[in-house]
């Protein structure tokens, strides 16, 4: 079955650093373009950072330009989300997510992980 597992979220202070990873199985990781989502309590979902299948291709919000950095090992299947400069409105569930096609059925299919906290102290 389709995974996307996160970890590396946690309590940290305003001003430190974090790196999330998610990890992924039941497709082709390498044909899938990858992102980061947050939400926080009452807001919306927020697009953080996305990147294309083999990395040539980068965005993110502006509320985290500079900040933070999305990379990817499509040897091991894992995208990361590198967080610098934490504020606290950096506070959020963090959420992987993968989009692209699914070779079984032909069609173009999308998958999320069940997300990672992230607090950071005030």
């Known amino acids: 079955q389709v995974q996307l597992v996160e970890s590396g979220g946690g309590l940290v202070l305003p001003g430190g650093s974090l790196t999330l990873s998610c990890v992924c199985s039941?497709?082709?990781?390498?044909?899938?373009?990858m992102s980061w989502y947050r939400r926080a309590p009452g807001k919306e979902r927020e697009l953080v950072a996305a990147?294309?299948?083999?990395?040539?291709?980068?965005t993110y919000a502006d509320s985290v330009k500079g900040r933070f950095t999305i990379s990817r090992d499509n040897a091991k299947d894992t995208v990361f989300l590198q967080m610098s400069s934490l504020r606290p409105e950096d506070t959020a569930r963090y959420y992987c997510?993968?989009?692209?096609?699914?070779?079984?059925?032909?069609?173009?299919?999308?998958?999320w992980g069940q997300g990672t906290q992230v607090t950071v102290s005030s």
């Open positions: 997510h993968a989009e692209g096609p699914d070779m079984g059925t032909m069609t173009w299919t999308d998958h």
């Open positions: 039941g497709f082709t990781f390498n044909m899938y373009a």
């Open positions: 990147i294309t299948n083999e990395s040539s291709q980068t």
